[in-house]
């Protein structure tokens, strides 16, 4: 829902990054259109599964290409639809990722890990056989709303291929497939699509939605089993579900840190976990399990503990005006910014030189939130601010979603060289 032209934003002054810049320094990206209006973004492996609010590929291959050296090492510690950690591979790097999303771990892993295309066609054959013995319905996810989003007719189809992929014994057989599966529930949900939230197709378009289980099934397998075996051979990624608050990785680990990380709690931003749900529902994971996953997300500790947050002026002043409207956002702003600080320090103390981060401002309780600010002001003491641009998205995947919630057009990028004088934040 777009924010109402009678409803005011309050916008917290701050000093404009692009002035922490040296004008001397030897700008990488100077003259490059970061935009990347018209430029395509569904080559490879990034077609075979949609993310929410997903990073820009050009972007992240520009990143990379830019301040990572060939044959060097980049981690993404928020992944994803595994955007950076795609274009990593495609340009001869090495990549790892974790992600705290189950959905994010399984589609990353599939998208980065090279397989033979007998291989996969044997497979999706294998699928097809089996799906075909099958009665139907099979079995069917425990969830209260699960004839809100899906025609019966989906439901029973669903269950067949279901129960056909978790057939597979291969580890990275399967998460191709359950990839597919889970892009194929999110074709035939009854909802619209590029929203940050789900939402039902109203009466007129559920008419016109005729969706069919085992055709977009095949596309999704077609389209899956030629990007997969066009990754570069022997190709595979580390991927991880993971928490970014504490990461297994080793001081120094990788040449840069590239990620796009959440820009708010799972519950006031982009719903990550809502976008993945019923995905990962008809995957097996079960309601109870997506939920505690959900709790590890950055903020999603939603106990009403007071929280000191984190050094940050712009914070403070932004803390300042929500509390004045709302006590529990003020809260789970504290919250989630101090998770973000644990995962910054963490970022700094893996890489050996570069942590980029791309962010967007978000809006809670009609108060708009600096993260590019907030971001710089919480690394001040763990790195230096190298570089720092702005992009424009012309593509709003990231909706207003009113005075409680998202809403950019913009995101920042902020270039962050490692502070050598410790290697402990």
Known sequence: ????????????????????????????????????????????THAIHPYVAAINPPLARTLVETYVPPGGSVLDPFCGGGGVLVETLLSGRSAAGLDINPLAWMISSAKTTHMPYARLRSAYVDIQTTAASLPSPQSIPTDPNLSYWFT?????????????????TDPDMEKVFQTVLSATTRDVMLTYRGEVRLRRLKPKDLERFKPDVFVSFGKRAELAIQR????????????????????SYADDSFDAVICSPPYADDTNGVGYFQFSKYMLL????????????????????????????????T???????????????ASVVAKFYRDYLASLQEMFRVSRQWVIIVIGNRIISRTAVDNGQITFELCESIGELHDYYTRSIRKKRIKDLGGDGGGTTGEHILIFRKNRRTNQP
């Open 228 to 247: 997969i075996s066009d990754l570069p051979e022997g190709s595979r990624t580390d991927v991880h579900l993971a928490n970014a608050k504490s990461i």
């Open 282 to 313: 008809w995957l097996g994971w079960s309601n109870e399990m997506i939920a505690d996953y959900k709790r590890q997300f950055l903020g999603g500790n939603h106990r009403k503990d007071a929280v000191e947050p984190p050094p940050s002026a």
């Open 1 to 44: 829902m777009p924010i109402s032209k009678i409803r005011t934003i309050d916008k917290i002054p701050g000093p404009d990054l692009s002035h922490m810049i040296s004008i001397d320094r030897n700008r990488l990206l100077s003259g490059v259109d970061l935009d990347f209006n018209g430029i395509e973004t569904q080559h490879s």
């Open 315 to 329: 914070l403070v002043d932004a803390l300042r005006v929500i509390r004045s409207r709302s006590d529990n956002h």
């Open 152 to 168: 019966l007719k989906s439901i029973e189809a669903l269950s067949v291929l279901s129960q056909a992929v978790q057939q597979i």
